[in-house]
């Protein structure tokens, strides 16, 4: 051991793999991951520590990437060789693809233990299940429909909430005037789509919103109302900075907490920033529904999917993996620092502040109105050569002077491609 160690240090970071020879309880479960922001990184130490205290040792596998664009690549080429994690975080759709090739484990009798199907909003449970069985634990829930403030500048400026979309083009164009970044932006495909989801929404309503990103519908693709959406970005895009190219989102969140933007568009996950950075909700920063689309959510759940396996330890772990993840306790507290609500709809939101609680009860009331509906960005609207159809056009639009008819026209014309 001495041995291995001075040739460790001797060696630096050259010889890293060795620590891969540790005992094995030094890593009883792998994850794969894309939480490597702050906040985010914050929360998933949760699981770890839970798990900690039940005697299972973690080997983190994260890997960087928004919306787990990278991470996605990685599991399948795991998958491929053979050698898949314990378990992997994973977005709708793709949980249902990993299901259909016959790759996870069930997780019925945990589910049926914690009574999963009473607690988990419907919306989420066409996710969480396939062919009738449980297949991902439910971290959380987080939604799209956001806005993020800076209070202090909103103080200094004079701008109140936005209730319209006229307030809010009226806001950002305040904060430009003054010489700050309107609208924080992060120009990555998915960051894009996010925000462009907000406009389908904001400029034609829910009903819209599921027409034409959940149904696929193609006229309401082309429609003048899609051509309206991408009319909306466009006039945003004229509030972001002209540095916002590749952005990652948390670097855009820090535009806003540093004081050198006003607003973001962006998953609540970005509390979770905010909080990792000690500010407060209503007195330091805030957070509203993107004007337009009150009464509605766009939602997406970080899911745990487990890979079969054989050896009976693993399969244990897994089991605990899943009733951790579920346990009320767990859920709050994963929330706190997420940023996000919790997956299981009867647990009392006092420990949580003032956003997620707001939060917590509009996705209630979304559910109830049937208007929680899932994220085309966060895999929960359209299978992934949709998403990632859509996210082409879209980034397109933003990369360039395309008018709004071309892009609703090609929109239309690329879902379609992508659905056959
Ligand atoms: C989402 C995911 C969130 C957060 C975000 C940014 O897709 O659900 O948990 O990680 O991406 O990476």
């Known amino acids: 051991m001495t041995v291995i160690s001075n040739v460790v240090k001797g060696l630096g970071c050259v010889l890293f793999p ?15 991951n894309w939480w490597t922001s702050g906040g985010e990184a914050k929360a998933l130490g949760v699981l770890k520590d ?22 996605m690549a990685v599991l399948r080429s795991r998958v491929a060789s053979g050698n898949p994690p314990t378990a992997a975080q994973i977005l709708g759709f793709d949980a249902r693809d990993w299901a259909q ?17 009473e607690v988990l909003p419907q919306a989420l449970q066409e996710f969480t299940k396939y062919n009738g069985h449980w297949i991902g634990a439910p971290f959380e829930i987080h939604s799209t429909n956001w806005v993020w403030g800076n209070k202090a500048l909103m103080d200094k400026l004079g701008i109140e909430q936005p209730k319209s979309w006229d307030d809010f083009l009226a806001a950002l164009k305040k904060a430009k005037d003054a010489g700050y970044i309107g609208l924080a932006y992060g120009g990555q495909p998915w960051q894009d789509a996010t925000v462009f989801e907000n406009v389908v929404l904001a400029s034609g309503g829910a009903d819209f919103y599921r027409q034409a990103l959940i149904e696929l519908d193609e006229n309401a693709l082309k429609s003048d109302t899609m051509v309206k ?5 466009r006039e945003l895009l004229t509030y972001k900075d002209s540095n916002s190219s590749g952005r990652d989102w948390n670097l855009a969140t820090a535009l806003v907490i540093n004081d050198k933007a006003l607003f973001q568009i962006m998953g609540d996950w970005a509390k979770g920033e905010f909080d990792n950075a000690g500010l407060k909700p209503e007195q330091d920063f805030v957070c509203f529904r993107t004007p337009g689309t009150q009464g509605a959510v766009t939602f997406n759940s970080d899911q745990l999917i487990m890979f079969k396996t054989d050896d009976p330890q693993q399969k244990e772990y897994q089991e605990t993996m899943a009733k951790t993840i579920m346990s009320p306790d767990f859920q709050i507290a994963f929330s706190q620092l997420k940023g996000s609500v919790p997956a299981r709809m009867d647990l009392s939101a006092d420990k949580l502040d003032a956003c997620s609680q707001k939060g917590y009860e ?12 899932g994220s085309l960005a966060h895999g929960y609207a359209a299978p992934a050569s949709v998403k990632n159809a859509v996210f082409d056009i879209v980034s397109s639009f933003v990369n360039s002077n395309m008018d709004s008819q071309t892009a609703a026209t090609q929109l239309a014309r690329a879902v379609q491609g992508a659905k056959s």
Do not use: C, Y
Request: proline share 3%.
């Open 18 to 32: 060795l620590a891969l020879a540790a005992p094995a309880h030094a890593a009883d479960v792998e994850v794969l």
């Open 50 to 71: 839970d798990l900690a205290e039940k005697g299972i040792g973690w080997k983190n596998m994260p890997v960087a990437g928004g919306a787990g664009t990278n991470a």
């Open 101 to 117: 090739r016959d790759t996870l484990a069930n997780l019925d009798q945990v589910a049926q233990e914690q009574n999963w199907s």
């Open 229 to 233: 959406a991408f009319d909306q970005l």
């Open 362 to 373: 509009q996705v209630k009331q979304a559910a109830d109105a049937d208007k929680l509906m």
